[in-house]
Nanobody, 122 residues
Framework: QVQLVESGGGLVQAGGSLRLSCAAS????????MGWFRQAPGKEREFVAA????????YYLNAVKGRFTISRDNAKNTVYLQMNSLKPEDTAVYYC???????????????WGQGTQVTVSS
């Protein structure tokens, strides 16, 4: 079993920044892919970013490339999502998730956090 707890969400103006954190416990964090997903009201959950177990490979949704950066600290069992130049369309509940192999499909992920709300005002 694994537990994931997100933090760092909030209300920010367009063009601002937020850093989300996801603390993991319960299994060997460093061996697994970590992903960030988001879900806006009335929309399907979508892939935002993922990072390999070593941190050597990262993957992004095209709409966030150049604005968001995913990173991880295996010593702290934590993954981060630095979000810059935020836009109103980034407004959503953001979730972290984990699985063994990389995937952009949320249905492939085994464990999820409770989510953290990000609201970007125009």
């Amino acid at each position: 079993q694994v537990q994931l707890v997100e933090s760092g969400g909030g209300l920010v103006q367009a063009g601002g920044s937020l850093r989300l954190s996801c603390a993991a416990s319960g299994r060997t964090f460093s061996s697994y892919v970590m992903g960030w997903f988001r879900q806006a009201p009335g929309k399907e959950r979508e892939f935002v970013a993922a990072i390999s177990w070593s941190g050597g490979s990262t993957y992004y949704l095209n709409a966030v490339k150049g604005r968001f950066t995913i990173s991880r600290d295996n010593a702290k069992n934590t993954v981060y999502l630095q979000m810059n130049s935020l836009k109103p369309e980034d407004t959503a509940v953001y979730y972290c998730a984990t699985r063994i192999f990389y995937s952009r499909d949320y249905r492939d992920y085994d464990y999820w956090g409770q989510g953290t709300q990000v609201t970007v005002s125009s």
